[in-house]
């Protein structure tokens, strides 16, 4: 798989590189590439961007400077998933997760602010993609949440078994996973429940399997 990121601040994605799940799929599962819009921008001194039309406060991402980015990597718009980051988008979720992990690529476009160029969204992208209806300084928060959603679920990202038994997987019929505890047995008056100390294993199937929550 190949995930493009487009992009104002690559240095973003430095770090996700050297940790897991990313870094036990690179360069074997997972391609990541990172490009900078003001490397291929056609306007001068790297500006991408520029005040909207009709006025009003915050600068946009220009069109061209996309169009320019995507031409110059792809030599067009991709025939693959072109995805904006926006707050606007649709909502990310374990089942679109799952999703874009079956595709062979994925661009990600990412704007300071939710600052898009309309047409950017209508005529260069296939989608757009949102982490939630909130608005964060730019979009390399949610690419680097949906790169490390989607890497985990590539073959190899997780050890043996992992990931198979977890919140919204259909072992759990896509609800949150029942509650965990670990050592010490009791710390300050709070005791692990009884039935995980018994060493019965189907009384203690039992009683995570309902206590596994739906979610609202």
Partial sequence: MQIDVFTLVPDAFRWIR???????VLGRELELRVFNYRETTPLSAGQVDDEPYG??????????VVAAALDAVYGGTPEHRVIALTPGGRLLDQTLVEELARE?????LSARFEGFDQRIIDHLCTETLSIGRYVLSGGEIPALAVIDA??????????A?????????????????????????????WRVPDVLLSGDHARIER??????????
């Fill in 18 to 24: 050297e940790r897991r799940p990313l870094a036990a």
């Fill in 150 to 159: 989607v890497a985990r679920r590539l073959p190899g990202a997780l050890s």
């Fill in 161 to 189: 078994g992992s990931g198979e038994v977890e919140s919204f997987s259909d072992a759990l019929e896509g609800g949150l996973e029942y509650p965990h505890y670990t050592r010490p047995a009791e710390f300050r008056g």
């Fill in 207 to 216: 009683w995570r399997a309902e206590r596994v929550r739906s979610v609202a």
């Fill in 104 to 108: 062979p690529a994925l661009t990600l």
């Fill in 55 to 64: 006025g009003g406060p915050g600068m946009v991402l220009r069109v061209d």
